[in-house]
Protein backbone atom coordinates (compact mmCIF):
# COMPACT_ATOMS: atom_id res chain seq x y z
CA UNK A 1 0.00 0.00 0.00
CA UNK A 2 1.06 3.57 -1.01
CA UNK A 3 1.73 5.99 2.02
CA UNK A 4 0.84 9.27 0.69
CA UNK A 5 1.13 11.14 3.62
CA UNK A 6 3.93 13.38 4.84
CA UNK A 7 4.95 12.67 8.72
CA UNK A 8 7.04 14.34 10.76
CA UNK A 9 9.11 12.29 13.05
CA UNK A 10 11.42 13.88 15.90
CA UNK A 11 15.02 12.64 16.36
CA UNK A 12 16.20 10.75 19.01
CA UNK A 13 17.52 11.95 21.82
CA UNK A 14 21.31 11.89 21.19
CA UNK A 15 20.56 12.86 17.45
CA UNK A 16 19.36 15.78 19.05
CA UNK A 17 22.45 16.55 20.77
CA UNK A 18 24.99 15.30 18.12
CA UNK A 19 23.34 17.85 15.83
CA UNK A 20 23.83 20.72 18.23
CA UNK A 21 27.18 20.05 18.84
CA UNK A 22 27.78 19.78 14.63
CA UNK A 23 26.08 23.06 14.11
CA UNK A 24 28.52 24.90 16.61
CA UNK A 25 31.35 23.61 15.19
CA UNK A 26 34.55 25.36 14.18
CA UNK A 27 34.55 26.81 10.57
CA UNK A 28 37.35 25.56 9.70
CA UNK A 29 36.85 22.02 9.89
CA UNK A 30 33.33 22.40 7.76
CA UNK A 31 35.19 20.60 4.45
CA UNK A 32 34.84 17.24 5.63
CA UNK A 33 31.01 17.82 5.41
CA UNK A 34 31.53 16.61 1.27
CA UNK A 35 33.88 13.53 2.58
CA UNK A 36 31.56 11.61 4.83
CA UNK A 37 28.25 12.46 2.48
CA UNK A 38 30.87 11.05 -0.16
CA UNK A 39 32.13 8.03 1.73
CA UNK A 40 28.47 7.34 2.22
CA UNK A 41 27.55 7.54 -1.72
CA UNK A 42 30.51 5.03 -1.92
CA UNK A 43 30.10 2.56 0.94
CA UNK A 44 26.12 2.65 -0.66
CA UNK A 45 27.84 1.41 -4.18
CA UNK A 46 29.79 -1.39 -2.79
CA UNK A 47 26.67 -2.42 -0.89
CA UNK A 48 24.53 -2.36 -3.69
CA UNK A 49 27.31 -4.12 -5.84
CA UNK A 50 27.63 -7.23 -3.51
CA UNK A 51 23.91 -7.52 -2.82
CA UNK A 52 23.74 -7.40 -6.47
CA UNK A 53 25.79 -10.88 -6.81
CA UNK A 54 23.69 -12.08 -4.03
CA UNK A 55 20.19 -11.70 -4.53
CA UNK A 56 20.55 -10.73 -8.83
CA UNK A 57 16.67 -9.23 -8.94
CA UNK A 58 17.91 -5.46 -8.62
CA UNK A 59 15.80 -2.15 -9.50
CA UNK A 60 17.67 0.08 -12.41
CA UNK A 61 19.91 -2.84 -13.39
CA UNK A 62 21.83 -1.04 -15.65
CA UNK A 63 22.28 2.18 -14.17
CA UNK A 64 26.18 2.87 -14.10
CA UNK A 65 28.39 2.93 -10.78
CA UNK A 66 29.03 6.69 -10.34
CA UNK A 67 28.69 9.70 -7.54
CA UNK A 68 27.59 12.83 -9.64
CA UNK A 69 28.01 16.20 -7.88
CA UNK A 70 25.72 18.98 -9.08
CA UNK A 71 25.24 22.74 -7.48
CA UNK A 72 23.64 25.61 -8.46
CA UNK A 73 24.81 28.96 -7.60
CA UNK A 74 21.41 31.13 -7.55
CA UNK A 75 19.58 28.78 -5.41
CA UNK A 76 22.75 27.71 -3.11
CA UNK A 77 22.41 23.88 -3.17
CA UNK A 78 24.36 21.27 -3.72
CA UNK A 79 23.49 18.03 -4.75
CA UNK A 80 25.16 13.95 -4.13
CA UNK A 81 23.44 11.66 -6.08
CA UNK A 82 24.42 7.80 -5.82
CA UNK A 83 23.47 4.86 -7.83
CA UNK A 84 24.09 2.48 -4.63
CA UNK A 85 21.80 0.50 -2.36
CA UNK A 86 19.58 3.68 -1.99
CA UNK A 87 17.35 3.15 1.64
CA UNK A 88 13.33 2.30 2.13
CA UNK A 89 11.15 4.30 4.29
CA UNK A 90 12.12 2.16 7.75
CA UNK A 91 15.77 2.72 6.37
CA UNK A 92 15.33 6.13 6.03
CA UNK A 93 13.72 6.12 9.81
CA UNK A 94 16.47 4.18 11.33
CA UNK A 95 19.70 4.86 9.66
CA UNK A 96 18.51 8.68 9.95
CA UNK A 97 16.99 9.45 12.86
CA UNK A 98 18.99 7.54 15.64
CA UNK A 99 22.59 6.62 15.85
CA UNK A 100 23.26 3.06 15.97
CA UNK A 101 25.35 1.82 19.24
CA UNK A 102 23.97 4.83 21.38
CA UNK A 103 22.69 2.70 23.57
CA UNK A 104 25.87 1.11 24.73
CA UNK A 105 27.21 2.14 27.64
CA UNK A 106 29.32 5.30 27.65
CA UNK A 107 29.00 5.22 23.92
CA UNK A 108 27.14 8.48 23.20
CA UNK A 109 29.12 10.39 25.77
CA UNK A 110 32.60 9.59 24.36
CA UNK A 111 31.10 10.58 20.59
CA UNK A 112 29.93 13.37 22.08
CA UNK A 113 32.90 14.55 23.94
CA UNK A 114 35.40 13.54 20.52
CA UNK A 115 33.41 15.41 17.89
CA UNK A 116 33.06 18.42 20.26
CA UNK A 117 36.81 18.52 20.02
CA UNK A 118 37.55 17.66 16.94
CA UNK A 119 34.80 17.41 14.15
CA UNK A 120 36.74 15.48 11.65
CA UNK A 121 36.40 12.46 13.89
CA UNK A 122 32.69 12.21 13.25
CA UNK A 123 32.88 9.44 10.49
CA UNK A 124 34.90 7.17 12.99
CA UNK A 125 32.04 7.28 14.98
CA UNK A 126 29.76 6.12 12.52
CA UNK A 127 27.43 9.75 12.26
CA UNK A 128 29.37 11.21 9.28
CA UNK A 129 25.65 12.09 7.85
CA UNK A 130 24.96 14.56 10.30
CA UNK A 131 28.21 16.35 9.54
CA UNK A 132 26.02 17.51 6.68
CA UNK A 133 24.31 20.10 9.07
CA UNK A 134 27.78 22.05 8.97
CA UNK A 135 26.74 23.53 6.00
CA UNK A 136 23.13 23.37 5.30
CA UNK A 137 19.88 25.12 6.58
CA UNK A 138 17.65 22.00 4.90
CA UNK A 139 18.99 18.65 3.93
CA UNK A 140 16.68 16.58 1.90
CA UNK A 141 17.11 12.75 1.26
CA UNK A 142 15.30 11.73 -1.48
CA UNK A 143 16.10 7.13 -1.68
CA UNK A 144 15.01 4.43 -3.35
CA UNK A 145 16.09 1.44 -2.29
CA UNK A 146 17.51 -1.42 -4.93
CA UNK A 147 14.35 -3.65 -4.00
CA UNK A 148 12.65 -4.20 -6.90
CA UNK A 149 8.98 -3.93 -5.11
CA UNK A 150 10.55 -0.90 -2.71
CA UNK A 151 8.79 2.95 -2.84
CA UNK A 152 11.02 5.96 -3.14
CA UNK A 153 11.42 8.38 0.17
CA UNK A 154 11.95 11.62 0.79
CA UNK A 155 13.79 12.64 4.16
CA UNK A 156 13.63 16.13 5.02
CA UNK A 157 15.25 18.16 8.11
CA UNK A 158 16.36 21.79 8.65
CA UNK A 159 18.41 19.92 11.67
CA UNK A 160 16.50 21.33 14.82
CA UNK A 161 14.50 18.70 16.66
CA UNK A 162 12.70 16.51 13.91
CA UNK A 163 12.43 15.61 10.49
CA UNK A 164 10.05 14.52 7.73
CA UNK A 165 9.43 11.33 5.26
CA UNK A 166 6.94 12.08 2.66
CA UNK A 167 6.65 9.75 -0.33
CA UNK A 168 8.70 10.49 -3.95
CA UNK A 169 7.94 8.91 -6.75
CA UNK A 170 10.26 8.46 -9.82
CA UNK A 171 13.41 8.44 -8.40
CA UNK A 172 16.07 6.40 -9.89
CA UNK A 173 17.92 3.52 -8.00
CA UNK A 174 20.10 4.99 -5.19
CA UNK A 175 20.27 8.30 -3.00
CA UNK A 176 20.26 12.29 -3.88
CA UNK A 177 21.10 14.53 -1.11
CA UNK A 178 20.38 18.08 -1.54
CA UNK A 179 21.60 20.85 0.32
CA UNK A 180 20.46 23.84 1.00
CA UNK A 181 23.52 25.57 1.82
CA UNK A 182 23.75 27.93 4.72
CA UNK A 183 24.36 31.39 5.02
CA UNK A 184 27.97 31.24 6.09
CA UNK A 185 28.33 28.27 3.72
CA UNK A 186 27.80 29.79 0.16
CA UNK A 187 31.32 28.75 -1.43
CA UNK A 188 30.94 25.64 -1.52
CA UNK A 189 28.34 26.01 -4.28
CA UNK A 190 31.69 26.07 -6.26
CA UNK A 191 33.20 23.38 -8.95
CA UNK A 192 36.86 24.76 -7.50
CA UNK A 193 36.12 24.39 -4.12
CA UNK A 194 34.22 20.93 -4.97
CA UNK A 195 37.25 19.24 -6.90
CA UNK A 196 39.35 20.76 -3.83
CA UNK A 197 37.73 19.05 -1.17
CA UNK A 198 37.03 15.48 -2.96
CA UNK A 199 40.56 15.50 -4.07
CA UNK A 200 41.74 16.19 -0.49
CA UNK A 201 39.65 13.26 0.96
CA UNK A 202 37.85 11.38 -1.38
CA UNK A 203 40.37 10.59 -4.32
CA UNK A 204 40.57 7.00 -3.29
CA UNK A 205 36.98 6.32 -3.54
CA UNK A 206 36.65 2.90 -5.72
CA UNK A 207 33.87 4.51 -7.98
CA UNK A 208 34.06 7.59 -10.40
CA UNK A 209 33.07 11.00 -8.98
CA UNK A 210 31.60 13.26 -11.37
CA UNK A 211 31.39 17.09 -11.28
CA UNK A 212 29.44 18.65 -14.07
CA UNK A 213 29.75 15.64 -16.24
CA UNK A 214 33.84 14.68 -15.45
CA UNK A 215 35.50 12.86 -13.61
CA UNK A 216 37.67 14.16 -11.24
CA UNK A 217 38.88 11.17 -8.66
CA UNK A 218 41.92 8.47 -9.51
CA UNK A 219 39.47 5.53 -9.19
CA UNK A 220 41.98 2.91 -8.45
CA UNK A 221 42.42 0.12 -6.24
CA UNK A 222 46.03 0.66 -4.97
CA UNK A 223 46.71 -2.44 -3.48
CA UNK A 224 46.58 -4.00 -6.95
CA UNK A 225 49.24 -2.07 -8.13
CA UNK A 226 52.48 -3.37 -8.29
CA UNK A 227 55.08 -1.27 -5.15
CA UNK A 228 57.14 0.34 -8.22
CA UNK A 229 54.70 2.34 -9.33
CA UNK A 230 53.26 4.00 -6.28
CA UNK A 231 54.66 6.91 -4.49
CA UNK A 232 55.12 7.38 -0.69
CA UNK A 233 52.08 9.95 -0.60
CA UNK A 234 49.81 7.69 -2.56
CA UNK A 235 50.23 5.04 0.20
CA UNK A 236 49.66 7.88 2.71
CA UNK A 237 46.70 9.42 0.47
CA UNK A 238 45.21 6.19 0.46
CA UNK A 239 45.83 5.41 4.40
CA UNK A 240 43.96 8.62 5.33
CA UNK A 241 41.13 7.60 2.98
CA UNK A 242 40.31 4.26 4.53
CA UNK A 243 41.09 5.39 7.99
CA UNK A 244 39.06 8.99 7.90
CA UNK A 245 42.68 9.89 9.13
CA UNK A 246 44.57 13.03 9.13
CA UNK A 247 47.77 11.25 10.40
CA UNK A 248 50.55 9.52 8.20
CA UNK A 249 51.21 5.83 9.17
CA UNK A 250 54.10 4.76 11.04
CA UNK A 251 54.71 1.61 8.70
CA UNK A 252 53.00 -0.01 5.81
CA UNK A 253 53.19 -3.56 4.53
CA UNK A 254 52.33 -3.99 0.83
CA UNK A 255 52.39 -7.76 -0.54
CA UNK A 256 51.02 -10.56 -2.77
CA UNK A 257 51.44 -13.96 -2.88
CA UNK A 258 49.84 -16.47 -5.41
CA UNK A 259 50.12 -19.85 -3.15
CA UNK A 260 48.77 -21.23 -1.23
CA UNK A 261 46.13 -18.79 -1.58
CA UNK A 262 45.76 -15.33 -3.95
CA UNK A 263 46.35 -12.45 -1.56
CA UNK A 264 47.14 -9.00 -2.37
CA UNK A 265 47.01 -6.83 1.07
CA UNK A 266 47.78 -3.49 1.69
CA UNK A 267 48.08 -2.81 5.74
CA UNK A 268 49.23 0.06 7.67
CA UNK A 269 50.22 0.38 11.38
CA UNK A 270 48.41 4.23 12.32
CA UNK A 271 50.19 6.89 14.59
CA UNK A 272 47.91 7.04 17.20
CA UNK A 273 45.96 4.44 19.60
CA UNK A 274 42.54 5.77 20.16
CA UNK A 275 41.66 3.30 22.53
CA UNK A 276 44.09 4.36 25.03
CA UNK A 277 43.37 8.06 24.37
CA UNK A 278 39.97 6.86 26.05
CA UNK A 279 37.84 6.55 22.94
CA UNK A 280 36.53 3.00 23.71
CA UNK A 281 37.05 -0.35 22.16
CA UNK A 282 38.03 0.19 17.98
CA UNK A 283 36.37 -1.36 15.77
CA UNK A 284 38.46 -3.63 12.79
CA UNK A 285 39.73 -1.56 10.15
CA UNK A 286 40.86 -4.15 7.39
CA UNK A 287 38.30 -4.56 4.84
CA UNK A 288 38.18 -7.48 2.53
CA UNK A 289 37.61 -7.64 -1.21
CA UNK A 290 37.77 -9.95 -4.09
CA UNK A 291 38.88 -9.13 -7.53
CA UNK A 292 38.21 -4.97 -6.26
CA UNK A 293 34.92 -5.91 -5.23
CA UNK A 294 34.06 -4.92 -1.15
CA UNK A 295 32.63 -8.26 0.29
CA UNK A 296 33.32 -6.83 3.55
CA UNK A 297 34.46 -3.83 4.95
CA UNK A 298 36.16 -3.22 8.50
CA UNK A 299 35.89 -7.01 8.58
CA UNK A 300 36.29 -8.78 11.85
CA UNK A 301 37.26 -12.20 9.70
CA UNK A 302 40.34 -10.97 8.22
CA UNK A 303 42.59 -10.50 11.12
CA UNK A 304 42.26 -11.74 14.70
CA UNK A 305 40.86 -9.67 17.03
CA UNK A 306 43.98 -8.24 19.04
CA UNK A 307 44.87 -6.82 15.27
CA UNK A 308 42.03 -4.53 15.41
CA UNK A 309 44.45 -1.45 15.50
CA UNK A 310 45.67 -2.24 11.85
CA UNK A 311 44.18 -0.71 8.72
CA UNK A 312 43.90 -1.78 5.16
CA UNK A 313 42.23 -3.94 2.49
CA UNK A 314 43.15 -7.43 1.59
CA UNK A 315 41.87 -8.88 -1.58
CA UNK A 316 41.68 -12.42 -2.89
CA UNK A 317 40.12 -13.57 -6.00
CA UNK A 318 40.36 -17.40 -4.65
CA UNK A 319 37.31 -15.85 -2.19
CA UNK A 320 33.74 -16.82 -3.79
CA UNK A 321 32.38 -13.46 -4.81
CA UNK A 322 28.55 -13.83 -3.48
CA UNK A 323 29.89 -14.93 -0.54
CA UNK A 324 27.46 -13.60 2.86
CA UNK A 325 28.60 -11.94 5.68
CA UNK A 326 27.22 -15.37 7.72
CA UNK A 327 29.23 -17.23 5.12
CA UNK A 328 32.75 -15.39 6.27
CA UNK A 329 32.26 -16.37 10.03
CA UNK A 330 32.83 -19.91 9.33
CA UNK A 331 34.34 -20.18 6.15
CA UNK A 332 37.48 -22.32 6.09
CA UNK A 333 39.32 -19.92 3.03
CA UNK A 334 38.70 -16.83 5.10
CA UNK A 335 40.09 -18.50 8.21
CA UNK A 336 43.53 -19.65 5.97
CA UNK A 337 43.59 -16.07 4.63
CA UNK A 338 43.49 -15.37 8.16
CA UNK A 339 46.48 -17.28 9.57
CA UNK A 340 48.76 -16.01 6.52
CA UNK A 341 47.90 -12.42 6.77
CA UNK A 342 48.77 -12.55 10.42
CA UNK A 343 51.71 -14.13 10.33
CA UNK A 344 53.02 -12.33 7.42
CA UNK A 345 52.46 -9.14 9.38
CA UNK A 346 54.12 -10.22 12.25
CA UNK A 347 56.89 -11.02 10.13
CA UNK A 348 56.80 -7.64 8.83
CA UNK A 349 56.94 -6.32 12.69
CA UNK A 350 60.06 -8.36 13.34
CA UNK A 351 61.98 -6.84 10.36
CA UNK A 352 60.76 -3.76 10.69
CA UNK A 353 62.20 -4.20 14.15
CA UNK A 354 66.05 -4.94 13.10
CA UNK A 355 65.82 -2.71 10.02
CA UNK A 356 64.12 0.28 11.89
CA UNK A 357 64.47 -0.13 15.20
CA UNK A 358 63.45 3.79 15.99
CA UNK A 359 60.37 2.94 14.07
CA UNK A 360 59.46 -0.69 15.89
CA UNK A 361 60.03 1.02 19.09
CA UNK A 362 57.01 3.70 18.45
CA UNK A 363 55.06 1.10 17.14
CA UNK A 364 55.99 -0.80 20.44
CA UNK A 365 55.01 2.08 22.54
CA UNK A 366 51.79 2.95 21.12
CA UNK A 367 50.47 -0.61 19.95
CA UNK A 368 52.22 -3.15 22.60
CA UNK A 369 49.42 -3.44 24.34
CA UNK A 370 47.35 -5.45 21.42
CA UNK A 371 50.76 -7.28 20.35
CA UNK A 372 50.31 -8.29 24.57
CA UNK A 373 46.45 -9.21 24.06
CA UNK A 374 47.76 -11.33 21.33
CA UNK A 375 50.32 -13.02 23.60
CA UNK A 376 47.66 -13.89 26.11
CA UNK A 377 44.25 -15.09 23.68
CA UNK A 378 46.01 -16.34 20.68
CA UNK A 379 48.01 -20.06 20.83
CA UNK A 380 48.24 -19.50 16.77
CA UNK A 381 50.53 -16.74 17.19
CA UNK A 382 52.28 -16.96 20.18
CA UNK A 383 55.95 -17.71 19.54
CA UNK A 384 55.97 -14.90 16.63
CA UNK A 385 54.19 -12.37 18.86
CA UNK A 386 56.80 -13.46 21.66
CA UNK A 387 59.50 -12.34 19.33
CA UNK A 388 58.42 -8.87 19.38
CA UNK A 389 57.82 -7.93 23.08
CA UNK A 390 59.97 -5.45 24.64
CA UNK A 391 60.67 -4.83 28.39
CA UNK A 392 62.82 -2.86 30.45
CA UNK A 393 65.49 -4.95 32.61
CA UNK A 394 68.03 -4.93 35.11
CA UNK A 395 70.69 -4.90 31.90
CA UNK A 396 68.72 -2.13 30.24
CA UNK A 397 68.80 1.65 30.67
CA UNK A 398 66.09 3.06 32.41
CA UNK A 399 63.10 3.67 29.54
CA UNK A 400 65.22 1.46 27.15
CA UNK A 401 63.60 -1.95 26.06
CA UNK A 402 64.68 -5.61 25.40
CA UNK A 403 63.78 -7.86 23.35
CA UNK A 404 63.41 -12.12 25.11
CA UNK A 405 65.90 -13.04 22.35
CA UNK A 406 68.42 -10.56 23.59
CA UNK A 407 67.91 -11.27 26.91
CA UNK A 408 68.67 -14.99 26.02
CA UNK A 409 72.10 -13.95 23.95
CA UNK A 410 73.39 -12.17 27.30
CA UNK A 411 72.39 -15.71 29.76
CA UNK A 412 75.33 -17.40 31.39
CA UNK A 413 75.55 -20.83 29.67
CA UNK A 414 74.27 -22.05 33.37
CA UNK A 415 71.34 -20.11 33.60
CA UNK A 416 68.16 -22.35 32.32
CA UNK A 417 65.43 -20.21 32.81
CA UNK A 418 64.31 -16.33 32.19
CA UNK A 419 63.11 -14.52 35.06
CA UNK A 420 60.83 -11.51 35.97
CA UNK A 421 59.75 -9.44 38.18
CA UNK A 422 56.68 -7.15 38.26
CA UNK A 423 56.17 -4.09 39.90
CA UNK A 424 54.84 -0.33 39.64
CA UNK A 425 57.86 1.03 38.39
CA UNK A 426 61.74 0.23 37.96
CA UNK A 427 62.30 2.40 41.24
CA UNK A 428 59.70 -0.01 43.35
CA UNK A 429 61.26 -2.96 41.58
CA UNK A 430 65.07 -2.52 42.17
CA UNK A 431 64.20 -1.17 45.74
CA UNK A 432 62.35 -4.28 46.51
CA UNK A 433 63.38 -7.40 47.62
CA UNK A 434 62.91 -9.68 44.81
CA UNK A 435 65.91 -8.35 43.01
CA UNK A 436 67.96 -8.96 46.13
CA UNK A 437 69.48 -12.46 44.67
CA UNK A 438 69.55 -11.79 41.10
CA UNK A 439 71.51 -9.00 41.74
CA UNK A 440 74.13 -10.70 43.80
CA UNK A 441 74.18 -13.40 41.38
CA UNK A 442 74.61 -10.86 38.41
CA UNK A 443 71.36 -12.25 36.83
CA UNK A 444 69.22 -10.13 34.65
CA UNK A 445 66.09 -9.91 35.18
CA UNK A 446 62.97 -8.64 33.16
CA UNK A 447 60.63 -5.74 34.94
CA UNK A 448 57.34 -6.08 34.19
CA UNK A 449 55.21 -3.21 35.17
CA UNK A 450 52.12 -3.58 33.30
CA UNK A 451 49.29 -5.46 34.95
CA UNK A 452 48.46 -7.71 32.11
CA UNK A 453 52.77 -9.01 31.37
CA UNK A 454 52.17 -11.41 34.15
CA UNK A 455 49.68 -13.04 32.30
CA UNK A 456 51.59 -12.37 29.07
CA UNK A 457 54.78 -14.67 30.49
CA UNK A 458 52.12 -17.30 32.18
CA UNK A 459 50.42 -17.68 28.81
CA UNK A 460 53.64 -18.19 26.71
CA UNK A 461 55.09 -20.35 29.71
CA UNK A 462 58.40 -20.63 27.57
CA UNK A 463 60.77 -18.90 25.10
CA UNK A 464 63.03 -20.14 23.18
CA UNK A 465 62.84 -23.25 25.57
CA UNK A 466 63.67 -21.69 28.44
CA UNK A 467 61.02 -21.44 30.40
CA UNK A 468 59.53 -18.11 32.09
CA UNK A 469 60.12 -18.03 35.27
CA UNK A 470 58.77 -15.36 37.82
CA UNK A 471 61.08 -13.63 40.65
CA UNK A 472 58.08 -14.27 42.99
CA UNK A 473 58.26 -17.97 42.34
CA UNK A 474 59.47 -20.02 46.17
CA UNK A 475 61.31 -22.97 44.03
CA UNK A 476 63.61 -20.31 42.49
CA UNK A 477 66.90 -22.26 41.43
CA UNK A 478 69.45 -19.97 40.88
CA UNK A 479 73.01 -20.83 39.63
CA UNK A 480 75.13 -21.75 42.75
CA UNK A 481 77.36 -18.64 44.38
CA UNK A 482 80.83 -18.25 42.48
CA UNK A 483 84.16 -18.47 44.96
CA UNK A 484 84.21 -14.70 45.66
CA UNK A 485 80.50 -14.56 46.86
CA UNK A 486 81.77 -17.36 49.42
CA UNK A 487 84.35 -15.40 50.62
CA UNK A 488 81.90 -12.65 51.32
CA UNK A 489 79.49 -14.90 53.23
CA UNK A 490 81.73 -15.94 55.15
CA UNK A 491 82.61 -12.88 56.30
CA UNK A 492 79.18 -12.01 57.28
CA UNK A 493 77.91 -12.22 60.19
CA UNK A 494 76.64 -15.89 61.69
CA UNK A 495 73.48 -16.92 61.06
CA UNK A 496 70.79 -18.25 63.78
CA UNK A 497 72.14 -21.12 65.11
CA UNK A 498 70.04 -24.25 63.48
CA UNK A 499 67.65 -25.29 66.31
CA UNK A 500 66.72 -21.35 67.08
CA UNK A 501 65.82 -20.50 63.45
CA UNK A 502 63.65 -23.53 63.05
CA UNK A 503 61.84 -23.04 66.63
CA UNK A 504 61.59 -19.15 65.24
CA UNK A 505 59.96 -19.80 62.03
CA UNK A 506 57.56 -22.26 63.63
CA UNK A 507 56.60 -20.20 66.00
CA UNK A 508 55.66 -17.39 63.32
CA UNK A 509 53.90 -19.71 61.22
CA UNK A 510 51.65 -20.16 64.18
CA UNK A 511 51.18 -16.15 64.82
CA UNK A 512 50.67 -15.62 60.97
CA UNK A 513 48.19 -18.58 60.75
CA UNK A 514 46.42 -18.99 57.66
CA UNK A 515 47.68 -15.83 56.20
CA UNK A 516 50.80 -18.04 55.00
CA UNK A 517 50.94 -21.59 53.84
CA UNK A 518 54.36 -21.95 55.13
CA UNK A 519 57.62 -19.45 56.70
CA UNK A 520 60.95 -20.71 55.74
CA UNK A 521 64.70 -19.94 55.89
CA UNK A 522 65.22 -17.89 52.78
CA UNK A 523 68.57 -18.75 50.90
CA UNK A 524 68.01 -15.39 48.45
CA UNK A 525 67.45 -12.27 50.77
CA UNK A 526 70.59 -10.56 50.97
CA UNK A 527 69.71 -6.97 52.74
CA UNK A 528 65.94 -7.43 53.11
CA UNK A 529 64.45 -9.72 56.52
CA UNK A 530 61.35 -11.30 54.77
CA UNK A 531 59.87 -11.75 51.54
CA UNK A 532 56.47 -13.26 50.16
CA UNK A 533 57.07 -15.79 47.35
CA UNK A 534 54.36 -18.14 45.82
CA UNK A 535 54.67 -21.94 46.49
CA UNK A 536 52.45 -22.55 43.65
CA UNK A 537 54.15 -21.02 40.79
CA UNK A 538 50.90 -20.39 38.72
CA UNK A 539 50.12 -17.18 39.75
CA UNK A 540 52.23 -13.95 40.41
CA UNK A 541 51.46 -11.74 42.97
CA UNK A 542 50.74 -9.37 40.23
CA UNK A 543 48.40 -11.67 39.15
CA UNK A 544 46.91 -12.56 42.40
CA UNK A 545 46.49 -8.83 42.26
CA UNK A 546 43.80 -8.59 38.77
CA UNK A 547 42.16 -11.60 40.40
CA UNK A 548 41.04 -9.95 43.61
CA UNK A 549 39.67 -7.06 41.73
CA UNK A 550 37.83 -9.15 39.44
CA UNK A 551 36.55 -11.65 42.23
CA UNK A 552 38.20 -14.63 40.90
CA UNK A 553 40.38 -14.80 44.49
CA UNK A 554 39.47 -18.54 44.92
CA UNK A 555 41.76 -19.72 42.52
CA UNK A 556 44.84 -18.18 44.16
CA UNK A 557 46.52 -20.51 46.77
CA UNK A 558 47.91 -19.15 50.11
CA UNK A 559 52.12 -17.43 49.98
CA UNK A 560 55.22 -18.54 52.02
CA UNK A 561 57.29 -16.43 53.72
CA UNK A 562 60.60 -16.41 53.30
CA UNK A 563 62.88 -15.28 56.52
CA UNK A 564 66.45 -13.86 56.01
CA UNK A 565 68.07 -15.14 59.43
CA UNK A 566 71.47 -13.59 58.87
CA UNK A 567 69.43 -10.63 59.31
CA UNK A 568 69.83 -7.85 61.86
CA UNK A 569 66.62 -7.40 62.48
CA UNK A 570 65.41 -11.11 62.76
CA UNK A 571 67.86 -12.20 65.39
CA UNK A 572 66.48 -9.33 67.28
CA UNK A 573 63.09 -10.69 67.01
CA UNK A 574 64.76 -14.34 68.37
CA UNK A 575 66.23 -12.36 71.24
CA UNK A 576 62.99 -10.41 72.04
CA UNK A 577 61.09 -13.40 71.84
CA UNK A 578 62.59 -14.99 75.02
CA UNK A 579 61.79 -11.48 76.69
CA UNK A 580 58.59 -10.04 75.88
CA UNK A 581 56.71 -12.95 73.32
CA UNK A 582 53.61 -9.89 73.23
CA UNK A 583 55.36 -7.08 71.81
CA UNK A 584 57.40 -9.78 69.74
CA UNK A 585 54.25 -11.11 68.44
CA UNK A 586 53.51 -7.81 66.84
CA UNK A 587 57.15 -6.97 65.39
CA UNK A 588 55.87 -10.83 63.23
CA UNK A 589 53.11 -9.37 62.35
CA UNK A 590 54.66 -6.43 60.71
CA UNK A 591 57.31 -7.90 59.26
CA UNK A 592 54.53 -9.97 57.27
CA UNK A 593 52.33 -6.82 56.33
CA UNK A 594 55.67 -5.22 55.36
CA UNK A 595 56.33 -8.36 53.01
CA UNK A 596 52.66 -8.01 51.84
CA UNK A 597 53.30 -4.56 51.05
CA UNK A 598 56.50 -5.03 48.66
CA UNK A 599 54.93 -8.06 46.81
CA UNK A 600 52.22 -5.18 46.25
CA UNK A 601 49.40 -6.95 47.65
CA UNK A 602 46.68 -5.64 49.95
CA UNK A 603 46.83 -6.03 53.46
CA UNK A 604 44.41 -4.78 56.02
CA UNK A 605 45.86 -0.87 56.64
CA UNK A 606 43.79 0.36 59.74
CA UNK A 607 45.21 -2.53 62.06
CA UNK A 608 48.48 -2.29 60.44
CA UNK A 609 48.80 1.55 61.05
CA UNK A 610 47.41 1.46 64.59
CA UNK A 611 50.40 -2.02 65.24
CA UNK A 612 52.95 0.37 63.51
CA UNK A 613 52.17 3.43 65.76
CA UNK A 614 52.86 1.30 69.27
CA UNK A 615 55.92 -0.32 67.93
CA UNK A 616 57.46 3.40 67.40
CA UNK A 617 55.86 4.42 70.87
CA UNK A 618 58.35 2.00 71.92
CA UNK A 619 61.02 2.60 69.98
CA UNK A 620 61.05 5.69 71.42
CA UNK A 621 60.81 5.26 75.14
P1 LIG B 1 28.12 5.33 8.73
O1 LIG B 1 28.36 5.66 7.30
O2 LIG B 1 29.40 5.26 9.50
O3 LIG B 1 27.28 4.12 8.96
P2 LIG B 1 26.60 7.74 8.63
O4 LIG B 1 26.02 8.65 9.65
O5 LIG B 1 27.51 8.38 7.66
O6 LIG B 1 27.32 6.56 9.38
O7 LIG B 1 25.41 7.06 7.84
C1 LIG B 1 24.41 6.38 8.56
C2 LIG B 1 23.76 5.32 7.72
O8 LIG B 1 22.88 5.92 6.77
C3 LIG B 1 24.68 4.48 6.88
O9 LIG B 1 25.19 3.40 7.62
C4 LIG B 1 23.77 4.00 5.77
O10 LIG B 1 23.04 2.87 6.19
C5 LIG B 1 22.81 5.14 5.61
N1 LIG B 1 23.19 6.00 4.48
C6 LIG B 1 23.78 7.21 4.53
N2 LIG B 1 23.98 7.70 3.31
C7 LIG B 1 23.53 6.77 2.43
C8 LIG B 1 23.47 6.67 1.00
N3 LIG B 1 23.96 7.63 0.21
N4 LIG B 1 22.90 5.56 0.48
C9 LIG B 1 22.42 4.58 1.26
N5 LIG B 1 22.45 4.61 2.61
C10 LIG B 1 23.00 5.69 3.19
MG1 LIG C 1 29.30 7.45 6.77
Known amino acids: MTDTKSETREFQAEVKQLLDIVIHSLYTERDIFLRELVSNAADALEKFRHQQLLEGDVFDKDAPLEIAISFDDKEQTLTITDSGIGMTREELEQ ?4 IAHSGS ?65 GLHR ?45 VQALWAKSKSDIKDEEYNEFYKFISNAMDEPLAKLHFSADAPLAIKALLFVPTENFETLGFGRMDPGVSLYCQKILIEQNSANILPEWLRFVKGVVD ?36 LADKEPETYEKIWDTFGIFLKEGATSDFLHRDAIAKLLRFESSKSEPGQKISLAEYVQRMAEDQKEIYYVNGPSRQAIEGGPYLEAFRKNDIEVIYTMEPIDDFVFSHLGEFDSKK ?22 ADKEPELEAAVADSLLKWMKEILGDKVKDVVASKRLVDSPAIIVNP ?78 KILERALQ
Open 536 to 613: DGVFTSSMERILKATNQEHQISSKNMEINTQHGLIKGLADMRTKDEEFARSIVEQIYDNAMIQAGLLIEPRSMVERNY
Open 468 to 489: LVSADRADIDLPEASETDKAEE
Open 174 to 218: GTKIIIELNDDSHDYASEYEIKRIIKQYSNFVPFPIKVGGEKVNT
Open 316 to 351: SEDLPLNISRQALQDNALVAKLNKIITSRFLKHLAE
Open 105 to 169: KNFFSELAEAVKKDVNLIGQFGVGFYAAFMVAKKVRVQSRSYRPDAEGYEWASEGSGSYTLSPCP
Open 95 to 98: NLGT
